[in-house]
């Protein structure tokens, strides 16, 4: 059987959270980020993964498969293909909706690498 990838998957009911509904990383939830390294260092959530999104087939055993996977990126278009992927090969994953720009305008805390203060650009 040929290994699925993230352009096989379909993205119709792929399941959605809002911003304000995305629990805190830690035990049991994972906030996978599958942005690039540059926005990634610029600013994401506390406690969030760091895979981007051209590594996650190849990296999923970095992920935990029991655990409740939320699912962001900039927007919410290349988090969508991703929850679609994860949830055909068995996760429980969520779209995180509008992205890391609707998590900054809802003054959800953010974190980044460096000494620059975090900004979603």
């Not at 993205?11 to 809002?18: A, G, W």
């Not at 610029?42 to 969030?48: D, F, M, R, V, Y």
Request: include cysteine.
């Amino acid at each position: 059987m040929p290994r699925a990838t993230i352009d096989d998957v379909s993205f119709s009911d792929v399941p959605t959270v809002s911003v304000a509904d995305v629990p805190e990383a830690g035990d049991g939830v994972v906030i996978l980020d599958v942005r690039e390294a540059d926005e990634w260092n610029s600013g994401h959530a506390p406690g969030a993964q760091h895979i981007p999104i051209g590594e996650v087939p190849a990296r999923i055993e970095d992920i935990d498969i029991d655990a409740e996977v939320y699912v962001v990126c900039r927007q919410g278009g290349r988090s969508l293909g991703v929850v679609a992927y994860l949830n055909n090969i068995g996760f429980d994953a969520f779209q995180v909706d509008g992205g890391m720009v609707a998590w900054q305008r809802n003054g959800l805390p953010l974190a980044s690498d460096g000494d620059i203060p975090a900004k979603i650009f």
